[in-house]
């Protein structure tokens, strides 16, 4: 999608690649050199979601957002995600980001909602 753009004439849109960017590296912060521990998931996921809308907040754009992180660990099993809304598709959006290791799966979603 396109960069935000601070002329009021044109739209404000969710900008994908920013938000891809933020939350790959906030996973990478948290997961990239840790192995599957049961005891610490509650953590890690909070870290992630953490990080991520603080980051978020930080651009300072007209959208509110619900950040999501499942992490399970990787046993061959399959992971199906999937999501509805009712929302405008001009000015909303999703943003799904996969990551895994040797030993786990994490998907990151953020939901962008704008701000009238």
């Known amino acids: 999608m396109a960069d935000y753009d601070e002329d009021e004439s044109e739209e404000i849109t969710l900008n994908s690649d920013k938000i891809t960017e933020i939350v790959d590296e906030s996973v ?4 990239g050199t840790v192995q599957w521990n049961n005891r610490k998931v509650d953590g890690w996921t909070s870290s992630i979601i953490e990080n991520c809308l603080k980051r ?31 929302w405008d598709n001009s000015a ?18 953020v939901y962008g909602l704008k701000l009238d």
């Open 28 to 31: 990478k912060a948290v997961l």
């Open 92 to 109: 909303d959006g999703v943003c799904s980001v996969p990551y895994e290791n040797d030993t786990m799966h994490c998907i990151t979603t």
């Open 56 to 86: 978020l907040a930080e651009m300072k754009k007209p959208f509110k957002y619900v950040v999501t992180a499942v992490i399970m660990q990787k046993t061959g099993a399959g992971l199906h995600s999937a999501f509805t809304a009712y």
